[in-house]
């Protein structure tokens, strides 16, 4: 009885003086949002990139860092530094121990979109999340040399459907001065949206990419079917291809196969493991991470410290309020809880907005996210973390109240109904 007492009191009191307690609610539910907001960005975004490719044993590349190697053949991010010649992918190729490869080509891209060159192969065996295979939302797989398959993004920013005609340029840049539009490519088929960077690719054959840079006409060449690696038979073979996933018939010959590829020598190449590389970025990236977490908590710091000086600051207009509580009876300990359920109120009405404030913008944002940063937001409701926020400020307000309660509780009677001037 005596607390519903104590929190109608104070629930009025708030009502009383709306204007600074808004103003309160709304820094500290701001400073929660960011720390909510940086958590659930570093979750999603771990969880993107972990999920962007599964069931590959091995990445193959020239000899380089493991992370760009991962970060360009993977995540279409950066740039090549050498290439892998047709020979040697297909000396890996033929080894015992695959069970199958993907070549990728890059290099091209088409109105800001990388272009990938790659077989039929792809689509097969391809996995991102919990082995979930490429799945067409209309067409089908390129069977010609002039064929394209659009990722979801592509598809739906450009417009484009099954049966348009696109041109490729040269470069990765959104503005290229050199397009190939001596052999435009017309789309066969649209992926369904995966949220990786499948979405944002423009997939064609092998030897499309060798037609548009071919140095005869490769108008003649148009129309012409491919072969399962992707290329014209006895045509458009390609000479080198950027890098190569890998799947092994059994992932006890990872290492094996690994030390073999990076000891070959035909050419210096390099064969990374996606998850421990993947593990080594994340390592990198942590220091930022936990920098960013921590300037979110002095945020929050920083809001209960404006709390704090809100309850300060009002004291000294409300010594009169006070005294006329204890002289109808309220005694030292209701004034002192007063104080605290005012904290404790604003701020858990504070940490619950800041929660619902971030998870319905992170909801509303998701499109325009995916498009602009290609991370994929997954919907969800508030979780453990997001609880133990709420608990962890709405207790930590009810701690750096008891200074002002206190103040309150030690001078109401004594400096309540005569007020020195």
Sequence with gaps: MRGRVLVSLAVRSLANRRLTAGLTVLSVAVSVALLIGVDRLRTEARTSFTSTISGADLIVGARSGPINLLLYSVFRIGDATNNISWASYGEIDARPEVAWTIPISLGDAHRGFRVLGTDTGYFAHYRFGRERSLE????EVFTRVNDAVLGADVASALG?????????????GDVSFEQHDE???LVTGVLRRTGTPVDRTVHVTLAGIEAIHADDDPRQYAGQRVDATGAVVGALEPEAITACIVGLKSRLMVFGL??????????????IVPGVTLQQLWELVGVAETALLGVSAFVIAAGLVGLLTTLLTSLAERRREMAVLRSM????????????AEAVILAGI????GVTAIHAGMFA???????RFGLYLAPGIPGWFDGAVVVVVTFAAGLIAALPAWRAYRFSLADGLSIRT
Aim: hydrophobic letters at 55%; proline letters at 7%; glycine letters at 12%.
């Design 329 to 340: 009876g309220a005694g030292p300990g209701m004034v002192f809880g007063l104080l605290i």
């Design 258 to 271: 690994q030390r073999f590829i990076n000891e070959f020598e035909r050419e210096p190449l390099m064969a």
């Design 160 to 172: 484009y459907a099954v049966g348009d005609r696109i041109i490729v340029s040269h470069g990765i």
């Design 183 to 185: 052999l435009p490519f």
């Design 365 to 371: 944002a998701r499109p325009f996210v995916l498009e």
């Design 136 to 139: 067409f939302a209309e067409g």
């Design 350 to 353: 504070a940490a619950v907005a």
